[in-house]
Every structure is written in structure tokens, then in C-alpha cells.
């Protein structure tokens, strides 16, 4: 009896020192993650101008220089960061992105509307497309392509993906509802299910439990699903429904141990919910509220994670306030604190348009953006802008990354900050770049503008979310 108490009460104090270590990496790294990103930087050589609008950017988990972009008119395009100056004194001024390869799309109707490299070969891409088709395309061995299906009509295309390498299943939802599942070898269908009524935005298998996939649809009452694949032949439902007060773009869960689960709307709402393989029933989420609206000619503004972090990175698109000029409200990018709704970041861009996809590198150091026709990779610098005279604010946390009209030139003191080195008489300050907005060739209208809402926690029985006004 006493042996088994104390083996117990062994067992429960490994458990208290292994959470005490996790604990501490988790803080080791955040703070390596949030050094990381006040460093991203914009350079004039990190921009890839496209002929279309930029549908999609994926990264690959084995190369993380590799990414690829897909275009409104079906073109992908593979590129990757190359060196350029040997003796850069840091990482953002010695490398530049370069395209290698461009496979030409469909045309007009061709829209890649979700992309994923192969594991483990650089060389190969699974796409899905309006042009009705979900295909493999093997950029060095055109006899490797393979398309899995091709509904050969514009009534009924292929709207999301994602892949499940251990198990070797693709999964595709279409406009109408139904997920599709794919043998990844051969293409040959394994199964197919409508699990929406409407348009399934998004598609993604958990990392932590594969057997369980999240589905995203238009249909405000069912907008997000959580299924067992393992049940779906027998039709016994979702294991959970979350519903929204708009339809949603994206449901991701967080990468880092799988126990949230993000959703972003079409309309200005970010929730975070805490997940579980038994959950049953609608948890209660963290409500942050951003607008990021969406309309006919601007690809979807969707939230995506931080590979190394807890954070939520997005594109801000802002309402103007009554009476102001068109576009005169800066758009930025902004990353949200998933635990208390905060904003910790804000970065921003010169060409001042709404950045609808924004999706980290695997290591977390390069951070791709895409704003209309344009690719922007933000990389990290030791190079600095400080403004030594910004005051503080309600949220010392927020980083603001331009919006400033200071010239590159630094003080010892300035960089001595920027690398971490203890400084005597200074006060703390926020870091801020030369940047000026220019006119953005996106299409926007002039809407009221609100005040910031507090993020906070609503029953789960609620479908509208009151607001308060932040305390400025």
C-alpha cells in the first residue's frame, strides 16, 4: 500500500516537473518567436509581382526556402530564397526570393483555391481548382502528374484540401457540400460525403488525432464541423457543430500540440476554441474582433498560426470612418494572442493594400504575404528603425511595425537595444520603419467605421456577440 503511494506520488511529481519544463521551453521559445518578428522586415527585392491575383501560398515542411504561389488564372509558380550577398551581416539582407518554375493554369475559371507540397518531395504539388479538377503535378516528371478527379463542369469545382501523409488520404471538399477522399498513390476514391449543405471553405486533418478532420462551410448555423472519419459510412453526425454569425474562411488547429482550434469569418471574427478527440457540444471560444470583410474580388482574408507559437497571424481590412478619402486608413498585418484575445503585433506594408494571405515558413523566420498580384517575403534583419519618442500606450506588448518618418540611421544606443544589450537612460520604445502609404488598386467601400471590441468568452448557446468599446 505504501509502495503504490509512493509510486504514485512519484508519478504525479515526474507529471508537475515535465508540465514545469514544458512550461518554461513554451516561454524560452514565445519570447524567441516574438524577437523573430520584431525583426521581419520589408525590402524592396522581397516582392514578386504576379500577372493575376494571388489565390494561395503554401510553404514545404521539409525545405522551408521552398514555397509555391497559385494564381486566379490556375498558374502556380515555385520559387525559393536565394543567396545573394556572402558576407550579409544578417539573414534578411543576404537572401532574396527567386520563381525556378511556372506551370501555366487553365486561364480565365482556373482559380487554385488550395495547394500542399509533397512531404518529402520538393518537386511535387497537390492542387485543388475551380477549373473543377484535384491533381498531382510533378514539376520534373510530367509522367508522375495525376488527377484525381475532374467534374469537367464550372457548376461544380473544388474548393479546399488537405493531406493526411501517414495514412496517405487526400481529402477535397467541393462548392456543394461533399468531401471527397482520395488514395494519394494511385488517385482512386476511397469515399465520398456530403457533409455540408453549402460550399465547404476549408477542409483540415488534426495533427493530433488524424482520425478527426474540421470542415469549414458557408452556412452560418453549420459553420465549422468536427467529424471521426472512422464513422462517417455509418451517418451518425459531427461530433461537434460550432455555429457562426458568418460564414467562415478558415478552421485551423493551432500546430503546436492540437488543442485549439481557430476559426475566421467573412465578416470582422476570429474565435479560438479549446479542443479535444471526445468533445461533444459547442465549447464556449475566445472571441477576438478584426475586421477582415470580404468581398466578390478580393481573395479570402483568412487567419492562419504560428508553426513555433501560440499566435494567430491575419490581414487587417479596416472600415473608413465617415467622410474620409478612399483608402485612408492604413491596412496591416496583425498577430493576436490566442489565450486572451490581445493584439500583440502590427506590422504594416508601402504599397498600403489588404493583405488576404499571410502564412509563416516552417522554421517561423520568413513570413509570406500575399496582397493582390504581389508576393512579399518579410525577413528578418538586425537593422532597425526605433522612434525613441513614442509614448506609451494601453498594450506596452504591441509591436507597430511602420507608419514612421525617420531615416535608417541608428544610434549605438538603438542597436545596442535591438541585440538585446542592457542600456542606462533610456526609456523602452517601440520600433517603427520609414513607410509611407500609396493609393491601393483594390476595390473598397466607404463603410462606418467602429470602435474596437473587446475580445471575450460568450455562451456557447449565443450566435451574436455584444460589444464594448476598448479604453484607449
Not at 488576404?356 to 498580384?373: H, I, K, Q, R, Y
Not at 520603419?433 to 471590441?453: A, I, M, W
Request: aromatic share 8%; hydrophobic share 30%.
Amino acid at each position: 500500500m505504501i509502495s503504490s503511494n509512493v509510486a504514485g506520488g512519484l508519478n504525479q511529481l515526474s507529471i508537475c516537473s515535465w508540465d514545469r519544463r514544458q512550461t518554461i521551453v513554451q516561454k524560452v521559445r514565445n519570447e524567441l518567436v516574438k524577437r523573430n518578428i520584431m525583426s521581419l522586415d520589408y525590402f524592396n527585392d522581397s516582392v514578386v509581382k504576379f500577372n493575376m491575383r494571388i489565390t494561395s501560398i503554401c510553404w514545404h515542411q521539409k525545405y522551408p526556402y521552398c514555397f509555391a504561389v497559385g494564381s486566379k488564372h490556375g498558374d502556380i509558380s515555385v520559387g525559393s530564397l536565394d543567396r545573394k550577398l556572402d558576407n550579409a551581416e544578417d539573414f534578411g539582407s543576404g537572401w532574396i526570393p527567386s520563381i525556378k518554375q511556372t506551370v501555366k493554369g487553365s486561364g480565365p475559371g482556373g482559380s487554385i483555391t488550395d495547394m500542399k507540397f509533397d512531404q518529402n518531395e520538393r518537386n511535387i504539388l497537390y492542387r485543388t481548382s475551380i477549373d473543377s479538377t484535384v491533381s498531382r503535378i510533378d514539376f520534373e516528371h510530367s509522367g508522375n502528374s495525376l488527377t484525381y478527379m475532374n467534374h469537367d463542369s464550372y457548376t461544380n469545382w473544388f474548393t479546399a484540401m488537405d493531406i493526411d501523409f501517414r495514412a496517405r488520404i487526400l481529402a477535397a471538399g467541393d462548392n456543394r457540400g461533399y468531401v471527397r477522399f482520395f488514395n494519394l498513390q494511385d488517385g482512386k476514391l476511397i469515399g465520398s460525403h456530403q457533409l455540408h449543405k453549402s460550399k465547404v471553405h476549408h477542409i483540415e486533418f488534426c495533427k493530433r488525432d488524424p482520425n478527426i478532420i474540421v470542415t469549414a462551410g458557408l452556412l452560418k448555423e453549420s459553420s465549422v464541423r468536427i467529424w471521426d472519419i472512422r464513422t462517417l459510412n455509418s451517418k451518425v453526425g459531427p461530433l461537434a457543430t460550432l455555429e457562426h454569425n458568418a460564414g467562415v474562411n478558415a478552421a485551423r488547429f493551432n500546430p503546436t500540440d492540437g488543442t485549439k482550434l481557430m476559426t475566421s469569418d467573412q465578416d470582422s471574427e476570429i474565435r479560438v476554441y479549446p479542443f479535444q478527440s471526445s468533445i461533444l457540444g459547442e465549447p464556449e471560444p475566445i472571441i477576438i474582433n478584426q475586421y477582415h470583410r470580404q468581398f466578390q474580388h478580393l481573395t479570402p482574408i483568412k487567419a492562419e498560426w504560428h508553426p513555433l507559437a501560440d499566435l494567430i497571424v491575419i490581414g487587417k481590412f479596416p472600415k473608413n470612418s465617415p467622410g474620409a478619402p478612399k483608402n485612408s486608413v492604413r491596412k496591416s498585418i496583425e498577430l493576436y494572442n490566442p489565450e486572451n484575445g490581445d493584439c500583440v503585433a502590427e506590422i504594416f506594408q508601402p504599397s498600403n493594400k489588404i493583405v488576404s494571405l499571410n502564412v509563416f515558413n516552417p522554421t517561423g523566420e520568413l513570413l509570406a504575404s500575399g496582397m493582390s498580384s504581389e508576393l512579399v517575403i518579410w525577413r528578418p534583419t538586425a537593422i532597425r528603425d526605433i522612434d525613441d519618442n513614442c509614448q506609451e500606450g494601453d498594450n506596452d506588448n504591441l509591436i507597430r511595425c511602420g507608419n514612421s518618418n525617420q531615416t535608417m540611421g541608428l544610434s549605438q544606443d538603438a542597436r545596442n537595444r535591438l541585440r538585446g544589450k542592457n542600456t542606462t537612460g533610456t526609456r523602452r520604445a517601440r520600433r517603427t520603419r520609414e513607410y509611407s502609404p500609396v493609393d491601393d488598386d483594390d476595390d473598397e467601400n466607404n463603410e462606418n467605421d467602429k470602435k474596437t471590441k473587446r475580445p471575450r468568452k460568450v455562451p456557447a448557446s449565443s450566435t451574436k456577440t455584444k460589444t464594448t468599446s476598448k479604453k484607449k
